[in-house]
Each structure stands twice: as structure tokens, then as C-alpha cells.
């Protein structure tokens, strides 16, 4: 929602998309998003996953025997981060890396599944994270809700938006994103 509201030619397409496909259906179910309706907002939870992973530095591994990387020794038992955080802004692998264009995705095979290493918000190998599913559906329930009945707006308009995070088990906003939600779908009219 924050690169949302920082990009508001990105919200209006995901909103258009949704509104226009679902075309004044009362809820989004899950169903909904398996056609067209989704599949900007898809690209803009990607997107999101890149720039801001949950888990930057996935879990602490343990190296199980004595290897070399880009030149160094890695002793077995090593504990080993992998920033994937820093790999996903790297811009030998992302053109325009620090920006936010859920563009970039349109029309790529590239996925969070674990097998495109510039990308791996969700770990990768034997670990990979076994909530990816439920995960996706749940971020994409969520959004397409909100993005389909509200239009927003930041309560304190006129600064730049905030974005510090904050470090723990996960990485979250370090301040609340405080907006103003305005109905659309249903209009208001129509409500009992
Ligand atoms: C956007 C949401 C989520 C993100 C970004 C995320 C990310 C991750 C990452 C990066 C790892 C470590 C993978 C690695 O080191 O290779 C992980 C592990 C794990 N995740 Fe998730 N996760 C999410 C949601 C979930 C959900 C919804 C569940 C359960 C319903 C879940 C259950 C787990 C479990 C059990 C592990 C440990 C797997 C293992 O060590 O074998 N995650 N997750």
C-alpha cells in the first residue's frame, strides 16, 4: 500500500483492472483472481517482493562442508546469510533497480518460486518456504480487496511518504501508514 500510494498511476491501473473485470461484483473471492482480473496486481505484489522481501536475509544456514565463494573460505559449519534483500536491487540483475515498476514483470518467466536467483523473496532449495501459497492467495485476497471497494488517500498529504522499516524476525513499516479509505464498490448509495 505504501508503493501504492507513492505511485498512484500504479494504483489507479490495478484498480481499474479489478473494477472493470469484476464489474460491480458485491466481494472478490479467490476464484475471481485466477483470470484477468489479477494479473497487474500480481505483478505489483512482485514487485513488492523484490524492493521490500519480508525476510531479507531468509534463515541462517549452516555450511555443511568447506567451500570456496567468489574466493573466500567457507569452513563447514559457517553460518551463512543470504541478503536477498541486496540481491534483489542489484542492478546487474535489475534494470532501473530501485524503483518501483511492476512493469518490469510483465510478459518475464521470472517468478519467486526458487528457481530465478535474483529473485528469491521466499528462500530457495530443499528450505524454501513451504507458505508460498497460502501466502500468494492471502496477499492477493487482501489487496484486490482493498483496491477494489476503497480509493485512498494519505492523511497527511503533502510530505513525502514515509518509508523507514524496521528490523525484526521480519521487516515491517517502522511507522504506521495512515490513510483514508473512500468507498467505491459498492457506492455508498447502494448501502442498506
Ligand atoms: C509473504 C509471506 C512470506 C514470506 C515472504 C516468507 C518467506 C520465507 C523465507 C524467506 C523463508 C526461509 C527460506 C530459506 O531460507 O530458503 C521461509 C521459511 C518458512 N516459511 Fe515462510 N514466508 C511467508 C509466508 C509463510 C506462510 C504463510 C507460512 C505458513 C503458513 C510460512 C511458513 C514457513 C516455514 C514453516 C518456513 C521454514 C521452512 C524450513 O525451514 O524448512 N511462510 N519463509
Request: aromatic share 8%; charged share 25%.
Amino acid at each position: 500500500m505504501s508503493e501504492l500510494m507513492r505511485h498512484p498511476g500504479v494504483m489507479r491501473r490495478a484498480q481499474d483492472e479489478l473494477r472493470s473485470v469484476l464489474n460491480g461484483k458485491p466481494t472478490v473471492a479467490e476464484e475471481d483472481l485466477e483470470g484477468d482480473a489479477g494479473n497487474y496486481l500480481k505483478l505489483v505484489i512482485k514487485e513488492t517482493l523484490r524492493l521490500h522481501p519480508p525476510a531479507p536475509l531468509l534463515v541462517p544456514r549452516a555450511s555443511m562442508e568447506p567451500c570456496k565463494v567468489l574466493g573466500y573460505d567457507v569452513p563447514k559449519g559457517a553460518t551463512v546469510l543470504v541478503n536477498a534483500w541486496a540481491i534483489g536491487r542489484d542492478p546487474r540483475y535489475w534494470e532501473h533497480a530501485e524503483e518501483f515498476r511492476p512493469e518490469r514483470f510483465e510478459g518475464a518467466t521470472v517468478d519467486f518460486k526458487g528457481m530465478d536467483f535474483e529473485f528469491i523473496p521466499f528462500g530457495a532449495g530443499r528450505r524454501i518456504c513451504p507458505g508460498i501459497l497460502f501466502a500468494q492467495a492471502n496477499m492477493e485476497l487482501l489487496l484486490a480487496s482493498l483496491l477494489y471497494h476503497f480509493d485512498w488517500e494519505v492523511v497527511a498529504s503533502g510530505l513525502e511518504l514515509d518509508m523507514a522499516e524496521e528490523m525484526g524476525m521480519t521487516v515491517r513499516r517502522k511507522n504506521d501508514l495512515r490513510l483514508h479509505p473512500i468507498v467505491r464498490v459498492p457506492p455508498l448509495q447502494s448501502v442498506p
